[in-house]
């Protein structure tokens, strides 16, 4: 061997432990197999992978086989449908593909005029949250271009403000309980309240009957408005602390000042 | 007679409370150049008796338990009346305690009171600094959040670099392999028996120093900033024509002290939570690693540094080297001047360490 041929061993080496260092610094649901395959293919085959990574499950770290199966780590059997694998299901099949996950959406969808009017021209869960590129489930999805594809947007206008203000509140909240969690005040009563309220609320987002989100949202606002009123209790607490800290503060100031005075007195 | 005069004259037959108070407080005579820096001791004294009161307040509620102690500590600052107060306190006394060694310390190596006869009283004041820092590492652990258990995992840790035995004495600070409610007990015992008795005994050798040898002299405001003390012969350090300790000092001390209690109130009342990060009222969780823990800001220095050897061994042992230096300085300097100016070696050095260590815990915060 050539003194030329040995000198590429140690680039050899060096570009393996480079690729090494860089895969351990790889998310783990970006190192399966399904992603490897499809995200290095152009055009259709490889557009899901794109959509995907800018999708809410990518965040979360929900990757291809836990919605579509298969084997993730064996490139052969990767879409084996003895190993599980499902493939894209049909359109009146979408609401319970998703729904083993999303339990409790599921249910609030099938009992909504869309969830009626499955099979029938009526929306599935990707018409609005989009497939591979799932949107975060928020207000801002119900939008004049989304609803509009199907009929008009009027009464989704109307369900959406009355939903605006409990959304509004539900963040507010969430960030003052937050806020107080990282001072020391015990939150857990707060949470678990705020929790329930949410999931409540929630279930109004898969609802078309405009009386009934107006109802549920004023219902909904005036448990959010008790749940303020435990807040404000704190922060006034807080704020009766801080008075006593000025009285406090004070006197002991006061002290060192008669302190010093009387010592350059003796002196 | 009154019988108060009376009840005075039968202790005075018994005690010599007249002959008690000359000494130590009327005719104990200081330096007519003292200055404010010599009441840090007294403010010291004062925060460990906080410390002392606010800490056996947290022991009727507190809950020595792995399961138990965070809902305790949940429990103590919510429900209980002025659980929060004597809480922060304590926490924040912690805090202020290992500020205000530090201070008392640079201000006696600043004007050369440690310099002979005083070895021993640097020595003892050194080896409280020590136990102090101990103290409030063992009290660390004890509200089981988070942050008190990942910080103890990565303090523990770090005896592992230790040649041979580092493993060994890893898992008997833990008692274990993991930080766990082993570790819980023996850190709960630590801090609230063996150090405390330890400090005890350290700050009553520390004040039989000062008695015997008696107060040192500042080199300010003096033509003669030479080391007075003669060798030899024991000779205590007196100070004829200087002021009293009663009224004058003490009204110093006082001063100081309700100097810092108005810092130490306005720290409690209107910034509780800045020795707090979010970690710290999560309860612990040995499965869930946050993001990024970082030790208290009085060993932030000491983490940075590890971090900048390539061997946790070799880090340690630089600490450990430099900290043994500083521990036995005044049986290394033992030159006769005592005013910094006229030391530039040393104050080159001393600025240059306090740069040092400043810019290492920012170094340590952000990094």
Redesign the interface.
Known sequence: MTRDRLAIIPILLATAIFNLCAAADIPVQEQIVCIRCHGAQPGRLGEPVMLWRGSIHAANGVACNDCHGGDPKDLVNAMNPDRGFLGAPKETAIPGFCGRCHVGVLKDYLRSAHGMALGKGGPTCVTCHSNHLVVKATLEIINEKNCSRCHSFERARTIKDAMRQTEGLIVSIGKEIEGF??????TEKLEKGLFSVRNRFHTLFHDVDVEKVKQESTQINADLNKLSGVLCKITEQHEK??L???V??GV??L??LI??L??KT?? | MTSMKRLYDWFEVRLGIKELVEKNLTGYLLPRNINCWYSMGSIILFIIALQVVTGILLLVYYIPEADKAFGSVTAIMNTMPFGWLIRMCHVIGSNMMILFVMLHMLSTLFMGSNKSPRELNWLSGFILFTLVQAICLTGYLLPWSQLSFWATTVATNSVGAIPYIGQFLVEFLRGGKLVGAPTLGRFYTLHITVIPLTMAAVVGMHLFFLERIGVSTPPFGLDNTKNRWPGGVFRYDDHPGGIPFFPNYILQDMTSIALYFAIFAAVVFFYPNIFFTKDSFVQANPFQTPAHIKPEWYFLANYQTLKLFPNEFIGLSIQGAAMTFLALLPFVDRGNEKLPLKRPLFLTCFIGGLILYIALSIWGHYS
């Not at chain 1, 969690?181 to 015990?186: I, L, R, T």
């Open positions: 969690k990282s001072e020391g005040v015990d602390r801080k006593a800290g000025i406090v503060v002991a100031l002290a060192a302190f010093y009387l010592r003796y002196d």
